[in-house]
């Protein structure tokens, strides 16, 4: 079961280079996310989207935009990447909502450095 | 605001013993909380969910508690194995409805 896949799985940029991660999963899941973990931090929410075609900001949105492709996909991309954006990040699927009582299924990281 | 906070340092114990997390919030009791395995360079795996009204959940080896009085959730391992080694994060749904992670235990069982 491939679950939740994310590419690259590491990526090295400089400062104020764009990039773009790819998340797909097949569970037929209608909600997406992406978490950035850092050190001390704990996972911290950047964007999610509840269902295709929407998408809403989390706790760290800022420097970041999403697309939801469709239901399999949901991307994040980095328009001009910052040192404070090198980070592990993640991506979720839940077949409910935050607010509902729904487990995530966690992708295997991406390990972003910004040089 | 709401702050969720966990055993800021790394606890080891010894083959066979009963490992016990602590989870604990800072204001409004979660409508339920969610706990988490993360293994080194792994993204996390879900274990156990507990709601608000529920004192107690099971599953095999593991057991969460939820004290709406102390503000606080437990998480326990009873015969533990160094397979348990691993950082256990605990989440909750506020009141954004987005899930909001501690920083995690790391867990070392030593055999």
């Known amino acids: 079961n491939a679950g939740v896949t994310q590419t690259p799985k590491f990526q090295v940029l400089k400062t104020g280079q764009s990039m773009t991660l790819q998340c797909a999963q097949d569970m037929n899941h209608n909600s997406m996310y992406w978490y950035r973990q850092d050190p001390g931090m704990g996972l911290r929410l950047i964007y999610y989207s509840a269902s295709e075609g929407t998408t809403d900001k989390g706790e760290v949105p800022n420097g970041y935009n999403v697309s939801r492709l469709n239901k399999r996909e949901f991307s994040l991309r980095l328009e001009s990447a910052a040192p404070s954006q090198t980070s592990v990040y993640f991506c979720a699927s839940s077949e409910v909502g935050q607010g509902s009582a729904g487990e995530l299924f966690f992708g295997e990281g991406s390990r972003l450095t910004v040089l | 605001s709401q702050k969720i906070e966990q055993n800021s340092e790394a606890l080891n114990i010894q083959e066979g013993k009963t490992a016990t997390l602590t989870c604990n919030y800072t204001?409004?009791?979660?409508?339920?909380l969610q706990w988490y395995r993360q293994d080194p360079g792994r993204g996390p795996v879900f274990l156990l969910l507990?709601?608000?009204?529920?004192k107690e959940k099971r599953k095999e080896r593991l057991k969460v508690t939820f004290d709406t009085t102390l503000k606080q959730s437990l998480f326990h391992i009873t015969a533990s194995q160094p397979a348990d080694s691993a950082t256990y994060l605990c989440a909750y749904s506020g009141s954004a409805r987005q899930l909001t992670f501690g920083s995690g235990t790391q867990l070392t069982v030593l055999p």
């Open positions: 507990i709601r608000e009204n529920e």
């Open positions: 204001n409004y009791s979660p409508a339920y």
